[in-house]
């Protein structure tokens, strides 16, 4: 009787054994293969594919996607098969560039702005600056609103005197005393003014090679400035090429909507003299100084995809005599006729005369 009741407390015990094995295997070895596949399983959503200002419209254009795991996705998300839910929305805050779109970043409507709608346009930390512009410093008219560009300055250097800071060379005066001694006259020694007889520039004294006899030498013409061109800022944005509608845009709008009849004549649109840029806060009082010291601005277009930077170096006389290996002409006993002291472009057949003024 005690073995059989042995043999019947080791069985349960192996049937209780055997149940929780599979009950433990079933927890394990079943489940997980289930969460892998469910974490396996990607799901695309929609992205910002470009930046989207404030209050614009969201187009498929503006749009891309990402896939994610599936366990990662939430209700507040917009996948592929809810693309209609999207496009024509208006984004609520400005979207940078692979921001994952969620129902809160965006409205039905339109946004009430503060402000003008293009100050919707400048990221965060950023400011606009305008700049006057021609066809030669704006790639040809080229640079249009979105376009990337750098910018180069070139400036004009002369020798000051570090006490009058006026140019150099400094006007010197003849020193002269008393020459009669009636009562109007006031002993002492007087200056010679003006810029006639007694007035020159301030030279310096050399020896005469040839007969070895000290001579003072003055200059023959004004100081001549020395050029220099850098590049100032790199990969900057155009806000605005031209000015800025006064008018309601809609109304342009509408008007650019309807074709003009046979009677009706397109409207002359003058070319652009000026540029807005966004920048920052100090590239912004960087460009203000480079304005108003009358220093020569010119844009240069350049792809919107580069990001790259690059260290230039600034073009002077003696740069460009280096770098491109330009030899000084030596002083010949002879020269070229007619006399050339100016380079002039020829005037070709087919050349536009410009009408006169």
Known sequence: MRRGRIFIFLALILVVGLAVVALVARQFLISTPSEAET????VSVYIAGQSIPQGEKITEDA???IDIPQDKVVSVMYTTGQQAELIGKVAKYPLEQGVVITRSMISDGSIALSGPAWAARIPPGMTAVSLPISRLASVAYGVADGAHVNVTACFLFVDIDPSFQSETPNRVVTLRGPTGSTPDEMPGITLGTGTGEGVTAQGRTEVEPSFQQGIYIVPNEEQRPRMVCQM???DVVVLRLGNFSLVADQ?????????PTDNQQQPATSAPDIVTLVVSPQDAITLTYLLYSEAKLSLYLR???DQSRLATE???LQFLLSQYNIPIPVKLPYGIEPRVDRLVSPVLKNDAVPPPQ
């Open 39 to 42: 974490q396996s399983v990607l």
């Open 314 to 316: 600034a073009a002077t």
């Open 232 to 234: 100032m800022l790199q």
């Open 251 to 259: 109304v342009q709008q509408n008007q650019a909507a309807e074709p």
């Open 303 to 305: 792809n919107a995809a």
């Open 63 to 65: 749009l891309s996607v």
